[in-house]
């Protein structure tokens, strides 16, 4: 089952503009992971936050986590057109073994238009 | 340093038909995973690797197996294959076995189609 449903399933903007997208998960997480996949390939890790913090920045990138609403957005601000890919958020748990698992959303398809 | 490789890019089986796909790491990690990602589902595990030695199931196990061969290598074995298995799948890797903050890195994928 999907631990993580993003919103919106699709978004288009407009080059320079900012990307909001949302994450909402259903149980307790030790950590919650973006990444982006660009057409035909793998996914590449972005950011990671922990369940004790409330905000991170890395670059252009600002991730929020409310673990009271089980939910986190992703904003990319001043989009380019490089940034048009799927993004994924995933949230990591501790197994009965005592390794992370991670499980992922549904994604959000970005499309920067130029 | 090629990070997490995977062979082979495309593949077409028959139903019924086994293969194995080959994912390797030069990073030293010790975990690896498997997953599949089909339209609409996001990426599901099948099979993970805490470390060297000791393979688990994940949320979907049914119809494969995996084989931690060494630190580096991790394959995964479709014994015989069915039109459902049709999916892109990843390979993973990620630097140690116990939790924690612990990011993955993805290889290219392997796109197999079962007809």
């Known amino acids: 089952s999907q631990q993580g449903e993003e919103d919106p399933q699709a978004l288009s903007i407009q080059e320079g503009e900012n990307a909001t997208m949302n994450c909402s998960y259903k149980?307790?997480?030790?950590?919650l992971q973006w990444y982006r996949q660009n057409s035909g390939r793998g996914l590449v890790h972005l950011i990671l936050?922990?369940?004790?913090?409330r905000e991170k920045h890395s670059g252009r990138l600002r991730v929020t986590l409310d673990t009271s609403k089980k939910s986190s957005s992703l904003l990319i601000t001043a989009s380019r057109a490089a940034d048009t890919a799927s993004y994924f958020c995933?949230?990591?748990?501790?197994?009965?073994?005592?390794?992370?698992?991670?499980?992922f959303g549904t994604g959000t398809r970005l499309t920067i238009i130029p | 340093n090629a990070g997490v490789t995977q062979t082979p890019k495309f593949q077409v089986l028959k139903t019924g038909q086994s293969m194995t796909l080959q994912c390797a790491q030069d990073?030293?990690?010790?975990?690896m995973y498997w997953y599949r990602q089909d339209p609409g589902m996001g990426l599901r595990l099948i099979y993970y690797?805490?470390?060297?030695?000791?393979?688990d199931k994940g949320e979907v196990p049914n119809g494969y197996n995996v084989s931690r061969l060494n630190k580096r290598e991790f394959s995964l074995r479709l014994e015989s294959a069915a039109p459902s298995q049709t999916s892109v799948y990843f390979c993973?890797?990620?630097?140690?076995?116990?939790?924690?903050?612990?990011?993955?890195?993805f290889g290219p994928g392997t796109r197999l189609t079962v007809l």
């Open positions: 993973a890797s990620s630097e140690r076995p116990e939790h924690l903050y612990n990011e993955q890195f």
């Open positions: 149980t307790s997480i030790n950590n």
């Open positions: 936050i922990r369940s004790n913090e």
């Open positions: 995933a949230t990591g748990l501790i197994s009965n073994f005592g390794n992370e698992k991670l499980t």
């Open positions: 990073m030293n990690h010790n975990s």
């Open positions: 690797s805490a470390s060297e030695g000791t393979t």
